[in-house]
């Protein structure tokens, strides 16, 4: 029986082969995938789909009623807003009824 240091030499050959391998079947595939991408001319969506990411919309917070503009509230304000009383623009959001949830406060029995 082989000793436990020449295992490990032959463990260490043996990932060596293993890795030369893998380098070269690695760098045929490759060439292979390239001939076939220029021969039928695919597009790299073609090859690796991918979507892109929807950027999240942020809802506006101000209306102008006299232009109809808008404004998030993020960023510089606008020319219509800028110094004035922003709460006058705001655009008012119904909270919606959370019903199980108490509407009164008060009641410690809420209609169910």
Avoid: C
Wanted: aromatic letters at 10%; a neutral charge.
């Amino acid at each position: 029986m082989p000793s436990y240091q020449e295992l490990i030499a032959q463990k260490n050959a043996l990932d060596k082969r293993i890795e030369e391998a893998r380098h070269t079947e690695a760098k045929e595939a490759l060439a292979t995938v390239k001939q076939l991408i220029a021969t039928f001319g695919f597009t790299a969506q073609q090859v690796f789909p991918w979507k892109p990411e929807e950027k999240k919309k942020v809802e506006a917070r101000y209306y102008d009623p006299e232009s109809g503009a808008t404004w998030t509230g993020r960023g510089k304000p606008p020319k219509w807003i800028e110094g004035k009383d922003r709460s006058q623009y705001e655009i008012k959001v119904e909270t919606p009824v959370e019903y199980s949830a108490p509407r009164d406060a008060s009641n410690p029995f809420p209609v169910q």
